[in-house]
């Protein structure tokens, strides 16, 4: 079915902590900005997201001579620029037809500036107000019998809707996941922060074991489950125990409450755990909120390399909550 099975290379970059440029593109697009300000973090890997098209093109010589590599791009890079509309799960058979292309043009620029993994969501299911709803029913009641019987009606609901959206986005899997093969990429399924999002844990499942063999692997993101674990969907540790085996990279940042893209060492994520259960070979990517000062972001990056120096020969430690 594909064009040969993509793996992860193993080389000195896996064990790179990488940064996402999403922390300093929406405030820039001119590439000489965009890596003096990596240099001031001192990072030496990036996933590119949120990146323009000719911003792309400058940077694809400037970071090679700056001794930055490129690990991953977050689907769509460069962004596509037209006002048309991009969604997996449309109604309209060509807009999904966009949506794909868009993501084989993601996987070819991966290619050419030598990333291993292109990082992508499948949109949703049709809920969004009614998640919001319940979240914001949490984040003021608390785990309430009230918010509990909401809970289940909202999981009900999910499943009962979930299966037209779902069936579209994998319809469009395949074929990007035969560009992933031919280009010798691999494709992440990132963990979603809203309820109604593709994929959900239980999808995530259903499509690993459906495309088993292809380039297809699971990004995680360490704030996206901690939002779900602070509506009590799913836990943290329960998700990344479930599919340890198939993460390829992961997204750090911290945490609390509802809020998320924290700098790691500023919430209430107990990374040190989370980090025991990340594979070496897994790109690790600091993802950040835009509008972080530099030195910010420079000493959550040294945060988390002690972190992973700690982290490598222990078991996994407890994930209860810092105070």
């Keep these: 079915m ?23 593109a929406s405030r820039t697009d001119k590439a000489e900005e965009i890596v003096v300000w990596l240099e001031k973090v001192g990072v030496r890997a990036v996933e590119l997201n ?81 998640v919001e709803e319940f979240a914001d029913r949490c984040g003021v009641e608390g785990d309430t019998a009230g918010v509990k019987a909401a809970r289940e009606r909202l999981k009900k609901l999910r499943q009962e809707k979930a299966v037209p959206y779902l069936d579209r986005a994998l319809l469009c ?12 990429m691999m494709v992440g399924l990132e963990t979603r922060c809203g309820y109604h999002e593709i994929p959900s844990p239980e999808e995530l499942g259903l499509i690993l074991e459906k495309f088993a063999g292809a380039p297809l692997g699971y990004w995680h993101d360490v704030g996206h489950a901690h939002h779900l674990e602070f509506l009590g969907l799913y836990r ?12 390829i990279g992961v997204h750090l940042h911290d945490a609390r409450g509802g809020r998320d893209h924290l700098p790691p060492g500023t919430g209430e994520v107990d990374l040190a755990a989370v980090l025991t259960r990340i594979p070496s070979e897994a790109i690790k990517t600091v993802e950040v909120a835009e509008a972080q000062d530099a030195s910010i972001v420079r000493k959550s990056l040294e945060y988390l390399s002690n972190l992973l120096q700690s982290a490598r020969g222990k078991e996994l430690g407890s994930f209860r909550r810092r105070s």
């Design 2 to 24: 594909y064009a040969g099975e993509s793996k992860p290379k193993e080389d000195r970059q896996t064990t790179l902590l990488s940064l996402s440029t999403a922390a300093i």
């Design 50 to 130: 949120g990146i323009k098209e000719h911003t792309y093109q400058e940077l694809r010589s400037l970071l090679p001579r700056a001794g930055i590599s490129v690990l991953s791009l977050h689907n769509f890079c460069p962004v596509p620029d037209t006002s048309d509309t991009f969604l997996f799960i449309s109604d309209d058979p060509d807009e999904r037809l966009r949506a794909v292309r868009a993501t084989i043009n993601t996987l070819r620029s991966a290619a050419e500036v030598g990333a291993r993994v292109v990082v992508c969501h499948l949109d949703y299911v049709p809920l969004q107000k009614e």
């Design 236 to 247: 943290q540790e329960e998700l990344l125990k479930r599919y340890q085996d198939a993460i």
């Design 173 to 184: 899997l395949d074929p990007i996941l035969d560009a992933a093969a031919r280009l010798g």
